[in-house]
């Protein structure tokens, strides 16, 4: 069932063939420390988990770059409560470069670029320019332990280059039907862009932990079954009414009910990520 319906959105959203002609398997190296996180559809808590995981990185005496990267969605900023005098948007229109649009965030103790709701796509911009935003952030990564990319939802030319660029792309899925499809759909088309090998699987608002392997089980399986893949699962997260609250507050979790379960699910997770992005230092080091 996820296979067919995946197969149906693939075939509709006419992106297969262009992510070959556009951005093709990964030409260029991976940035270690540049993490991504993407869904295969809005709605699954993606860029709450973000702030969540940077704040998260943050107090572990890391230093930490949130970046959205959704610039028509972009809801970092109204998450924190922020009122940007400089985004992301500047950028792409050439006022100014990235590493000028960087603001603090000083009480997550992370720094963040903020997209703009409203605007064009960035998967709208020339090649060129994408690259160029992609190389500038790679720059800017270098000055960070650790830079969190909060991808827009779906796999559109934009998501596929920053997901190659990244050293992982963490892809948040919900048990609902339509969540596990899309997910799929994610993996599908990120396999015939070369991006197959640094996708891991977070199953968010689970009711249990039972019911979070039940989930990424029926997902990997359609996986191993129609793609020869087994993306692992790197967390869960249980649902939990103290999110809600905070981001009505606009607070990280993690600032507001840092013992909620939600804000404990991911401060595991964020050891696993910073370990792997460890690991994938060590192994480019060692080449």
Known sequence: MIERSAHTQTKESGNTTDSRTNTGRTSFNRCTNIVAVGSGKGGVGKTWFSITLANALSRMGKRVLLFDGDLGLANVDVQ????PKRDLNDVIRGRMG????????????????????????LSALPSQRL?????????????????????????????????????????ITTDEPTSLTDAYAFIKLGNAAGMSNNVS???????????????????????ENFLRLSPPLIGMIRVDKKVKETIRSQTPILIRSPS????????????????????????????
């Open 80 to 83: 924190l409560g922020l009122m």
């Open 201 to 223: 699987i977070i199953v968010n608002m689970a009711s249990s932990i039972l019911e979070a392997e039940k989930t990424y089980k029926t997902l990997l399986k359609a996986c």
């Open 260 to 287: 909620a379960d939600a804000a404990l699910d991911v401060e595991k997770i964020a050891k696993m990520v910073w370990r792997n992005v460890q690991n994938s230092g060590r192994r480019t080091a060692q080449k």
């Open 131 to 171: 690259a160029l935003l992609r190389d500038q952030l790679m720059d800017v990564a270098s000055e960070y332990d650790v830079v969190i990319a909060d991808l827009g939802a779906g796999v559109d030319r934009t998501v596929r280059m920053l997901s190659a660029t990244a050293s992982s792309t963490l892809l």
């Open 98 to 121: 990235l590493d000028k649009v960087i603001q603090r965030y000083e009480e997550g103790n992370f720094d963040i670029i903020a997209g703009r709701s409203g605007q064009a796509s």
